[in-house]
């Protein structure tokens, strides 16, 4: 029995082994799970390294301002959490981070697209995405990775990109665009003799 019980704890303890091996390749969860979970974003993120929040929605069809997203830069990576309203319908809000979410440093030419994609067309503002940046267009559409907010599981998933698009908040503004050429003549230079 005793020789029973310490194969039976090998197994846990190989079975935890390749869970943590597996959370870690596919980069489910942050390290920091503890420090996040439960706290107030307010209270935890410092607000030097807040890069973005947006409202997230159970049906886009009935907006609410109880859910949210918040990005926040790590210093090697950025993280994202949902955030739940815990006090609803209150004149105060108390909210709390109910999951969390490593994105890892981006490349040149991505940038991340939060709450703001969309499936076969429909709102979902529960993703956020690793988009490929390109400043022509008005939604993206090629990805680096994606991931949804599920309130079943209460965790970040992997959300597919076949359907997906995100929209590019900068098109149309004329930010990535070069100066137009002035049609002014450069001035001339100025000598100066002695």
């Not at 807040?50 to 049906?59: E, G, L, N, P, Y």
């Not at 709102?123 to 079943?152: G, I, L, M, T």
């Not at 929209?167 to 002035?182: E, I």
Request: one cysteine or more; charged letters at 20%.
């Amino acid at each position: 029995m005793h020789s029973m019980r310490r194969h039976s704890l090998g197994n846990q303890g190989r079975l935890a082994a390749c869970l943590m091996a597996l959370a870690a390749l596919l980069g489910c969860v942050s390290h920091e799970t503890s420090h996040f979970i439960g706290r107030n974003p307010l209270q935890v993120y410092d607000s030097t390294f807040m890069v973005d929040q947006h409202t997230m929605q159970f049906d886009e069809s009935k907006p609410s301002v109880d859910w949210g997203m918040s990005l926040v830069w790590q210093g090697d990576h950025y993280l994202v959490s949902a955030d739940q309203n815990t006090t609803p319908n209150q004149p105060t809000q108390n909210w709390q981070i109910v999951a969390v979410q490593d994105i890892p440093l981006l490349r040149q030419g991505q940038m991340i697209a939060l709450g703001t994609c969309r499936d076969d067309g429909k709102p979902n503002s529960r993703v956020v995405a690793v988009v490929d940046y390109d400043p022509d267009k008005q939604w993206f559409d090629r990805f680096d990775s994606a991931w949804e907010y599920d309130y079943k599981q209460n965790a970040f998933v992997p959300h597919p990109t076949e359907h997906l698009q995100c929209l590019n908040a900068r098109y149309g503004l004329g930010l990535d665009k070069p100066a137009t050429a002035s049609t002014l003549s450069a001035p001339a230079a100025s000598t100066h003799t002695p």
